[in-house]
């Protein structure tokens, strides 16, 4: 019992690899981790991360966690977490992330939105906002 245990935990934390030189069409889903090293086309849903490689070349509209790009995506990203475009990495679709970072060198083509942030629930200590103050003109 304790091995199988063991096994199921194992495959939990598991990447899963298209290696270089591979090339995969379909759909992916999965829990783990994703790194693409070789060729994708198709859909990819991840509840991880999602890596395309620096010689990796992906077709596909990305749903996952978090992308770290530094091969070649053609397709739409959106992702909960952030967008990370490498030095290497292009990007030619449009992305939905909460932070979207891209290094030197790094190349995206199309449209970014910004997941808007749960709001926190202002504490009232007066009647009066702060900013109201600053917003009143001066009567001589």
């Known amino acids: 019992m304790a091995r199988s245990r063991k096994s199921r935990n194992q495959l939990t934390a598991t990447d899963t690899l298209i290696g270089l030189g591979s090339e995969l069409t ?21 509840q991880g991360h999602v890596t395309v490689g620096e010689y990796a070349i992906a077709r596909s509209n990305i749903n996952a966690r978090e992308v770290i790009i530094a091969g070649k995506v053609y397709g739409d990203i959106a992702t909960s977490g952030k967008l990370t475009i490498t030095a290497t990495g292009e990007m030619f679709g449009d992305v939905t992330a909460s932070a979207l970072i891209i290094m030197e060198g790094g190349a995206l083509s199309g449209t970014s939105t910004m997941n808007q942030p749960e709001p926190v629930p202002s504490v009232a200590t007066s009647s009066k906002d702060a900013s109201s103050h600053f917003l009143q003109p001066e009567v001589s």
């Open 26 to 46: 379909g759909t992916i889903n999965c829990e783990a981790n994703l790194r693409i090293e070789g060729n994708f086309n198709g859909e990819i849903a991840s």
